[in-house]
């Protein structure tokens, strides 16, 4: 059995309709920010949003998540309006997922799922496709009872580059046997790359994270002088990529991330543990933030979190503000002067500052804004390290 990580999408334009509650757990300000990221998510996988349906309810209806009324409505407009695709913003236990489809007859699936479907289908080295294969099977596994039925009713397309939809012999044991496959495929590309990392000798490591589309590969280009795969779209980069980089006669290597995200399944957390090793071996981290979107300081706490998962949110850390250019676009008034745009952007880098300890610097990576105070900071960061690991060499600077 083999999992595909070709794109459908192509072919095919698939139109959707979103679905997320609203409960004790998840207020509707909440909500609304998480169905932003899945549209946004949905448009990254190529999907057409029609329609965005939401509903309050003390918790999850245990058979369809929504209410009887409220998935009749979903049904009548589906109906009406040749949508293909319902998506939902949590994750759906295989009963609910199955009766939903009972009812509305089309796909049906949940955030994880698209979110492991836009991995199958960005993965590009044996490593990133071992490990969202890995992941999804992880995800399927509990799920088996039903899928097939469930898999013959559908045409390929969004959430379906998963494992072969043709034999319905497939099932625990086989699926236990393909994992345990993976994982020890896995295993093996984990020791070539930590003996890739020992040969890279005594360079200090520089890691760009940051959440999914800050900018952090067009800072990677930029800094490195590269050509790294960059698009406004989230997860463009799933395979670390590292380069050599010398800033005022200073070299160190620098490595771009995968990007994290809000509810990113666990299973693929799990599964891409060995390409967020190079977070974890990194001497200075690089925290890219998109200062233009509305929940920057939401996605710092998630990428902060991440990192404390990583065990990795004690190093040195610079955080890079990045698109200030938009910022300025999005939340300054045409109408104000210009002396009273500057005291607010300067009171936001005051605040900043004081709340990582100085290690802040507000840049625009597209539009090479102070890119130049980028780079005395880096420096700094990595002069100090090499000071603190070989205090008595001079000759890296």
């Given at each position: 059995?083999?999992?595909?990580?070709?794109?459908?999408?192509?072919?095919?334009?698939?139109?959707?309709?979103?679905?997320?509650?609203?409960?004790?757990?998840?207020?509707?300000?909440?909500?609304?920010?998480?169905?932003?990221?899945l549209?946004?998510?949905?448009?990254?996988a190529?999907?057409?949003?029609?329609?965005?349906?939401?509903?309050?309810?003390?918790?999850?209806?245990?058979r369809?998540?929504?209410?009887?009324?409220?998935?009749e409505?979903?049904r009548?407009?589906?109906?009406?309006?040749?949508?293909?695709?319902?998506?939902?913003d949590?994750?759906?236990?295989?009963?609910?997922t199955?009766?939903?489809?009972?009812?509305?007859?089309?796909?049906?699936?949940?955030?994880s799922?698209?979110?492991?479907?836009?991995?199958?289908?960005?993965?590009?080295?044996?490593?990133?496709?071992?490990?969202?294969?890995?992941?999804?099977?992880?995800?399927?596994?509990?799920?088996?009872?039903?899928?097939?039925?469930?898999?013959?009713?559908?045409?390929g397309?969004?959430g379906?580059?998963?494992?072969?939809?043709?034999?319905?012999?497939?099932?625990?044991?086989?699926?236990?046997?393909?994992?345990?496959?993976?994982?020890?495929?896995?295993?093996?590309?984990?020791?070539?790359?930590?003996?890739?990392?020992?040969?890279?000798?005594?360079l200090?490591?520089?890691?760009?994270?940051?959440?999914?589309?800050?900018?952090?590969?067009?800072?990677?280009?930029?800094?490195?002088?590269?050509?790294?795969f960059?698009e406004?779209k989230?997860?463009?980069?799933?395979d670390?990529t590292?380069?050599?980089?010398?800033l005022e006669?200073?070299?160190?290597?620098?490595?771009?991330?995968?990007g994290?995200?809000?509810?990113?399944?666990?299973?693929?957390?799990?599964?891409?543990?060995s390409?967020?090793?190079?977070?974890?071996?990194?001497?200075?981290l690089?925290h890219v933030?998109?200062?233009a979107?509305?929940?920057?300081?939401?996605?710092?706490?998630?990428?902060?979190k991440?990192?404390?998962?990583?065990?990795?949110?004690?190093?040195?850390?610079?955080?890079?503000?990045?698109?200030?250019?938009?910022?300025?676009?999005?939340?300054?008034?045409?109408?104000?002067?210009?002396?009273?745009?500057?005291?607010?952007?300067?009171?936001l880098?005051?605040?900043?500052?004081?709340?990582?300890?100085?290690?802040t610097?507000?840049?625009?990576?597209?539009?090479?804004?102070?890119?130049?105070?980028?780079?005395?900071?880096?420096?700094?960061?990595?002069?100090?390290?090499?000071?603190?690991?070989?205090?008595?060499k001079?000759?890296?600077?």
């Amino acid at each position: 059995m083999k999992l595909e990580s070709h794109s459908l999408i192509e072919k095919q334009v698939e139109k959707a309709v979103l679905v997320g509650l609203v409960h004790q757990n998840q207020t509707e300000e909440k909500l609304k920010e998480y169905l932003d990221e899945l549209a946004f998510l949905s448009q990254t996988a190529g999907a057409v949003v029609s329609k965005i349906y939401t509903q309050k309810l003390p918790h999850p209806n245990k058979r369809t998540f929504v209410g009887k009324g409220k998935i009749e409505e979903i049904r009548d407009y589906i109906e009406a309006n040749d949508i293909s695709m319902v998506i939902f913003d949590d994750d759906l236990s295989p009963s609910q997922t199955f009766n939903i489809e009972k009812e509305l007859k089309v796909k049906v699936i949940d955030r994880s799922f698209l979110i492991l479907d836009i991995f199958a289908n960005r993965a590009k080295t044996a490593q990133a496709k071992a490990q969202v294969e890995l992941a999804q099977m992880q995800y399927l596994l509990p799920r088996l009872k039903g899928l097939w039925t469930h898999l013959e009713r559908q045409k390929g397309g969004i959430g379906m580059r998963g494992p072969g939809e043709k034999e319905i012999e497939t099932d625990r044991r086989i699926v236990n046997k393909k994992i345990t496959l993976l994982k020890n495929q896995l295993s093996k590309i984990d020791q070539q790359n930590q003996t890739r990392r020992k040969r890279r000798g005594e360079l200090i490591r520089v890691a760009l994270v940051g959440y999914t589309n800050v900018g952090k590969s067009t800072l990677m280009n930029l800094l490195s002088k590269s050509e790294v795969f960059a698009e406004d779209k989230l997860f463009a980069t799933l395979d670390t990529t590292v380069r050599k980089v010398v800033l005022e006669q200073t070299p160190f290597l620098l490595s771009d991330t995968v990007g994290f995200i809000r509810k990113l399944p666990h299973s693929l957390v799990e599964s891409f543990k060995s390409t967020l090793d190079e977070v974890r071996e990194a001497d200075i981290l690089v925290h890219v933030v998109d200062l233009a979107h509305p929940n920057y300081e939401d996605h710092i706490e998630v990428v902060n979190k991440t990192l404390q998962e990583l065990n990795a949110h004690e190093k040195p850390c610079l955080f890079v503000f990045n698109k200030v250019d938009l910022y300025r676009a999005r939340y300054f008034d045409e109408f104000l002067a210009q002396e009273v745009k500057d005291e607010l952007f300067e009171e936001l880098k005051v605040h900043w500052e004081k709340t990582n300890s100085g290690s802040t610097v507000f840049i625009s990576a597209l539009q090479r804004e102070n890119i130049a105070e980028l780079r005395h900071f880096m420096v700094k960061l990595v002069q100090d390290q090499y000071i603190k690991r070989y205090p008595y060499k001079t000759h890296f600077f």
